[in-house]
């Protein structure tokens, strides 16, 4: 049974920062392609970054967060992080983890219907 927490949400005026995690149980983030998403109010879910499995950790951002978030993980750990820097009101959202044991392709890093594990989400207010 596959479990992914996440934690590190909060509230945070703009120009702040905040790092997420996200630990996964009943697997390997070694073996998965991870991602963090997110929800805002009246919005539809989106793709913020991801991370590749082992290998060459490719990586692919939302283009309204490249250059402000960074996503990384630890293997030893089995965690999965996303650093926030530079945050906007518009990032206000819940952000959501997710696991892909399917290895999708680079251009569908981002793709909602790619990921088949999830997390609860946590909420992030940026004011």
């Known amino acids: 049974h596959v479990q992914l927490v996440e934690s590190g949400g909060g509230s945070v005026q703009a120009g702040g920062s905040l790092r997420l995690s996200c630990t996964i149980s009943g697997n390997t983030i070694s073996s998965n392609c991870m991602a963090w998403f997110r929800q805002a109010p009246g919005k539809e879910r989106e793709g913020v970054a991801a991370?590749?499995?082992?290998?060459?950790?490719?990586?692919s951002y939302a283009a309204s967060v490249k250059g402000r978030f960074t996503i990384s993980k630890d293997n030893a750990k089995n965690t999965l992080y996303l650093q926030m820097n530079s945050l906007k009101p518009e990032d206000t959202a819940v952000y959501y983890c997710a696991a892909s044991p399917f290895r999708p392709p680079l251009y569908r890093f981002l793709a909602l219907s790619e990921y088949k594990y999830w997390g609860q989400g946590t909420q992030v207010t940026v004011s």
């Open positions: 991370i590749d499995s082992d290998g060459d950790g490719k990586t």
